[in-house]
């Protein structure tokens, strides 16, 4: 009888591991999507600083170039963490740099500047503007049929991780995110630039379905 009782008491205990793994799954995924978010803007933060530094004439071109930190009397002024150096989402870690161009990052500019009320955000400093007019004039140009559709596979991301010009970075992470980014829904879409920042709420809410954050935000 003392069997049967401990077998009844596993039975009910594993239907009930059951029942709450989905639940404990999307929290581990929205915990490291939150991860993922902090570290990029963290990287957005340090390519901010080192254009500013070399007053627009260079971009890193290579997460190290940010690590090294920048030059301050004899020693280097760190603008990143180690850690921030590293995705959270992706299997083998690296950030996928996005380069200065309309083609990288209009379709981000574009979600932004839809998520904004219909104006895109100025740069956070007048240093990032010759890079931010680029793709400014597109989007000028630019029809909503020539924006990627949000459920695209995208097949063809641009996977380069180093030895490239880059004003943000982005994960290598495909699929439905649990957290909306400017209104976007996939992780490989969320760009993270010192580009286009400054809008007028949160950038990133819980999507539908899923369980609110209660006091953790990121804002600008």
Do not use: C, H
Request: aromatic share 8%; charged share 25%.
């Amino acid at each position: 009888m003392t069997l049967l009782a401990v077998m009844a008491v596993m039975t009910v205990f594993a239907i009930g591991l059951l029942a709450v793994a989905p639940s404990i799954q999307q929290e581990i995924q929205r915990e490291k999507e939150l991860e993922s978010i902090r570290r990029g803007e963290e990287v957005a933060e340090a390519i901010r600083q080192y254009v500013e530094f070399y007053r627009g004439s260079r971009l890193p071109s290579s997460m190290d170039d940010l690590l090294e930190g920048l030059p301050q009397g004899t020693k280097k002024r760190q603008i990143l963490r180690a850690s921030a150096a590293i995705d959270p989402l992706s299997e083998d870690g690296r950030w996928r740099l996005i380069k200065a161009d309309a083609t990288s990052l209009g379709p981000f500019a574009k979600r932004v500047q839809a998520y904004n009320g219909g104006t895109l955000p100025s740069n956070s400093s007048p240093t990032l503007d010759r890079y931010g007019i680029v793709v400014v004039s597109a989007l000028n140009t630019e029809t909503d049929d020539e924006v990627e559709s949000e459920d695209d596979d995208d097949l063809s991301l641009d996977l380069m991780t180093e030895n490239t010009p880059f004003i943000g970075v982005a994960s290598q992470s495909k699929g439905k995110s649990i957290i909306s980014y400017y209104g976007i829904e996939s992780r490989s879409k969320w760009v993270f630039t010192p580009l286009f920042r400054g809008t007028s709420g949160n950038r990133f809410v819980p999507n539908r379905g899923t369980r609110p954050f209660g006091n953790t935000r990121i804002t600008r």
